[in-house]
């Protein structure tokens, strides 16, 4: 059992940044991990993955204005979120999948308005 915990939410102005960050109770080292966001009324989406090789893929409105990267030594996944539009308003939530198992954080909301 893995427990991830999101942090690093809260209220920016557009075009601003902020920086998410996932602890996982345990090793990650063999889970691909992965953010991924919803917005009030809409279906949860990926954001942005990170397999256990480190190779990342990004959802198309986000490229070149989001980051993801994985420290296993500190079993923490980070999302970078720069250039922040109001459509990135949303709760974003932390997932890690391996061959035996998926888990999923609780959620921190961002919301980007003036």
């Known amino acids: 059992q893995v427990q991830l915990v999101e942090s690093g939410g809260g209220l920016v102005q557009p075009g601003g940044s902020l920086r998410l960050s996932c602890a996982a109770s345990?090793?990650?080292?063999?889970?691909?991990m992965s953010w991924y966001r919803q917005a009030p009324g809409k279906q949860r989406e990926l954001v942005a993955h990170?397999?256990?090789?480190?190779?990342?893929t990004y959802v198309d409105s986000v490229k070149g204005r989001f980051t993801i990267s994985r420290d296993n030594a500190k079993n923490t996944v980070y999302l970078q979120m720069s250039s922040l539009k109001s459509e990135d308003t949303a709760v974003y939530y932390c997932?890690?999948?391996?061959?035996?198992?998926?888990?999923w954080g609780q959620g921190t909301q961002v919301t980007v308005s003036s």
């Open positions: 345990g090793s990650i080292f063999f889970f691909a």
């Open positions: 990170i397999s256990s090789g480190s190779i990342t």
């Open positions: 997932n890690a999948r391996s061959p035996v198992g998926e888990y």
